[in-house]
C-alpha cells in the first residue's frame, strides 16, 4: 500500500475543506486523544445543561445553538 506524504499545512487545509459536521467529528476525536479528560468534562456540562432546560420548561435539544448561549449565559449571571 502507498503512503502518501503530506505536510501538517496540506493536512490542515485538508481538514478545513471537509463539511461542517465532519469538522466537528474530526475536532472530537482529536480532543478526546490529546485531552480525554477533557471530553468527559463537556460531556458532562452537555448533560447539566439539558437537565437544567428541562427543569426551567425548556427543550435543550430543539434549541438553536444561539438560543443555548443565550440560555447559558442567562443562567450563568443569575442573581
Known amino acids: 500500500m502507498a ?4 505536510t501538517d ?3 490542515i487545509e485538508l ?6 459536521d465532519k469538522q466537528q467529528s474530526l475536532l472530537e476525536r482529536l480532543v478526546q ?3 480525554p479528560r477533557w471530553a468527559e468534562l463537556s460531556e458532562y456540562g452537555q448533560e447539566r445543561a439539558r437537565t437544567v432546560a428541562t427543569q426551567r420548561g425548556f427543550n435543550w435539544e430543539a434549541m438553536t445553538e444561539i ?3 443565550t440560555f447559558i449565559d442567562k443562567v450563568v449571571h443569575e442573581d
Open 15 to 20: 481538514a478545513g475543506q471537509l463539511p461542517a
Open 67 to 69: 438560543e443555548r448561549e
Open 3 to 6: 503512503t502518501l506524504q503530506l
Open 33 to 35: 486523544r490529546v485531552w
Open 9 to 11: 499545512d496540506q493536512v
